[in-house]
């Protein structure tokens, strides 16, 4: 009983829904065919790679399914070709998802060139920072002079900024009314790091900024209905684009179609979106091929802890049962480790996992979008259903942005690409939903 507790603690931490792949791992598998094709590498290091000039691109797709690691792939690339690459996470220090404007995005673009630019001088940037001081040393939490500390110390002092700005709703307000009125002073300050950082990476490198997790940016409307995306991807692209460098930007898949869509084609080009994992037609019949994928992401994971454990007969005590899995997750790869997680630590220590346990964890899943779904927004949902089509406007986007409503891609027999939306499988199950639809 021991041993087989500890088996299924190790299945359970193989399926962590929040961590990203490494770009060499053993478990990541190739998803292209059943994703219309679309390659991270392909699609935006070919941009770089090509242009005489700096490029700044966008790159979309429902939260958790794999955008990160598929960036971390595209980081790897662009440095075995001789790039060095700025990567972060915008969300882990810098700023609050709940509640973003452009000026958090442009302050933690500096903290993390400053911080992983160490070769350049950091002057320009320093300089910025002592003109403002008088302002911002409170907003920083200290008294203390801004001359009197070393460079690293004052380097430092954009760490605080930001994570004043994370953590603290009233000076977060301070901060940016402090910071808007120089931010063009900031980019040029943040250009001639650049350029010195660049003349000593050596002849012919180039640098790459990706800012991950602004996916994730919950959107604030306003009265007169525009939001805080629309702030920060369409009146701040001049900003946006305004570095030095080639720049990455992940965009909130809702916002690719809202009206702003072709204002966004105008100023960075087409997005790039990641979709779904297929594993249903447009007709509601099984796609067999993206169901071989989702299974094989699970295999691969639970290889990695006992490579003889089959996953049809003692894991899951039949093929039925495991495709269930994989169905309802929709496609989406967090929400298929999620579905794991619970059917794992569901099981009573007992296994195979039977379709009881498989259905409790279904059951309990379906509460939290249920929950997520407003009154008003379930013939939305039946409309979709039935048209495998969106509208452009707020009811649509807020489903898209909540993963309610999923997208897929897939190329027909003439090789044309098709879009296609439905509802996420753990709501088509839910009583109201299916009262509706009948």
Known sequence: MADQRDLLKRLFNAFKPFEPLKPDSPVYVDCREVRGDGDVIQDLATNIEFSDNNTCQLYAGHRGAGKSTELLRLKKHLEDNGYFVVYFAADEKDI????????????????????????????????????????????????????????????????????????????????????????????????????DATNKLGSGSKLVMIADSLDRITPNVQPDGRSNHDEIFIDRSAQLKGLDCHTIYTIPISMVYSNQAPNLKIEYDEPQVLPMIMVETPEGEVYELGVAKMREIIDRRVKGIKSDLSLETELFES????????????????????????????????????????QRAIT?????????????????????????????????RGLLFNRCLLEYIYFDEEGEKKTWYDVHPLIKGIQNFKDMVR
């Open 96 to 195: 609050n998802l709940e509640d973003t404007e452009y000026a958090d995005i442009l302050l933690a673009c500096t903290r993390n060139l400053l911080e992983q630019l160490k070769q350049a001088n950091p002057k320009p940037l320093l300089d910025w920072l002592r003109y403002r001081w008088e302002d911002l040393k409170d907003l920083a939490n200290t008294e203390i002079s801004l001359e009197s500390l070393a460079v690293e110390s004052q380097i430092s002092q954009y760490a605080k900024i930001t994570a004043n700005i994370r953590a603290e709703p009233t000076l977060r307000r301070k901060i940016r009314e402090k910071v808007n009125p120089y931010t063009e002073s900031l980019i040029e300050g943040i250009n001639a790091f650049i350029r």
């Open 364 to 396: 309990e899943a379906r509460l939290s979008y249920r929950r997520s779904v407003q009154a008003e927004e379930w013939q939305v949902l039946v409309d979709v259903f039935r048209s495998k089509n969106v509208l452009n406007n707020q009811q649509y």
């Open 319 to 358: 093929r039925e049962v495991l495709d269930k899995v994989c169905l309802m997750s929709g496609g989406h790869v967090r929400d298929l480790m999620f579905l794991m997680q619970s059917v794992i630590k569901r099981c009573d220590d007992e296994l195979p996992i039977s379709a009881r346990v498989v």
